[in-house]
C-alpha cells in the first residue's frame, strides 16, 4: 500500500484566518515532505521531515508552520497568509532520504 | 547543482499510438535515481517508473519502459498503445542516492503535457 492521505481535500480561507492541512502515512514512512504547486508547474519543496526532525526549511515566510507530531502525522499550520499562497498543497513520504517519494492528493488551497 | 530539463511542453498523440518524453539532466554525481511522475488533471502524482544510474537495463512497467542513456544524461519515456487516461502531466525527476540530510530534494524538470486524441 502506497497511500498518502491528505485532509482536506479543499480549503477556502480569508487572509486572518488560522487553519491546518493535515497529512497522513502509514507505510512506515521515516521521511515526509510538503510542497506548494502552482498550476502548470512542478511542485516546489518547502520542507522536509527526517525522522521527526526537521532537515530542511526552504526559505518559507513564517506563515507557513510545519509540525510533525508522530512519524505517520503532518501536520502544516497557516496563519495570516496572502493571496499568492493560493496553490495545490502536497503532502510526500518516501522510505528514507534517497528514495522514491509518494505523493498525497493534495490540498487545494484558496485564500481570500 | 543538478538539474533536469524537459524541452518538450506539450506533445499530442493519438490513441493506441507510441509517444516519447524527453528528458535530460545534468549531475556530477554517479549515483542517482531518476524517475517519471504522472499528475493527471485530479492532480495526484503517481510514481510511473523509476531508473537506478547503476544498472544498465532500462527500467519497464508495462507499458512503460525508459530509455537511459548515463553518458548521454538522458532519460526518456515511451509510452506504448496510448490509452486516454495517459493524459496527464508527465515530471522528469531526479534524486541524488545518497544525499545529506539537508539536500534531501527531488529535482524536477517542467514537465510535459501529453495529450491523448481519440
Known amino acids: 500500500d502506497t497511500e498518502v492521505t491528505q485532509t482536506p481535500k479543499h480549503l477556502v480561507m480569508g487572509m486572518t484566518n488560522k487553519k491546518s492541512l493535515k497529512c497522513e502515512q502509514h507505510?512506515?514512512?521515516?521521511?515526509m515532505y510538503w510542497y506548494k504547486q502552482k498550476a502548470k508547474k512542478p511542485p516546489e519543496l518547502m520542507f522536509v521531515?527526517?525522522?521527526?526532525?526537521?532537515?530542511i526549511n526552504e526559505s518559507v515566510p513564517s506563515r507557513f508552520s510545519p509540525e510533525c507530531p508522530n512519524s505517520s502525522l503532518l501536520n502544516l499550520h497557516l496563519h495570516a497568509l496572502q493571496p499568492e499562497d493560493s496553490a495545490l498543497y502536497l503532502c510526500?513520504?518516501?522510505?528514507?532520504?534517497?528514495?522514491?517519494?509518494?505523493f498525497g492528493p493534495g490540498t487545494r488551497l484558496t485564500v481570500t | 547543482a543538478q538539474t533536469v530539463t524537459q524541452s518538450q511542453p506539450e506533445m499530442s498523440v493519438q490513441e493506441a499510438e507510441t509517444v516519447t518524453l524527453s528528458c535530460t539532466y545534468d549531475?556530477?554525481?554517479?549515483?542517482?535515481?531518476l524517475f517519471w511522475y504522472k499528475q493527471p488533471p485530479s492532480r495526484q502524482m503517481i510514481l510511473v517508473i523509476r531508473?537506478?544510474?547503476?544498472?544498465?537495463q532500462n527500467a519497464t512497467e508495462n507499458r512503460f519502459s525508459v530509455n537511459f542513456q548515463k553518458a548521454a544524461k538522458s532519460f526518456s519515456l515511451k509510452i506504448s498503445d496510448s490509452q486516454l487516461g495517459d493524459a496527464a502531466m508527465y515530471f522528469c525527476?531526479?534524486?541524488?542516492?545518497?544525499?545529506?540530510?539537508?539536500?534531501?530534494?527531488?529535482?524536477f524538470g517542467k514537465g510535459t503535457r501529453l495529450h491523448i486524441l481519440p
Open positions: 549531475t556530477s554525481e554517479s549515483d542517482y535515481y
Open positions: 521531515y527526517s525522522y521527526e526532525k526537521l532537515s
Open positions: 510526500a513520504s518516501s522510505q528514507d532520504s534517497g528514495f522514491e517519494q509518494y
Open positions: 531508473q537506478e544510474a547503476y544498472k544498465q
Open positions: 525527476a531526479y534524486r541524488s542516492a545518497w544525499p545529506p540530510p539537508r539536500d534531501d530534494k527531488i529535482i
Open positions: 507505510m512506515g514512512h521515516r521521511a
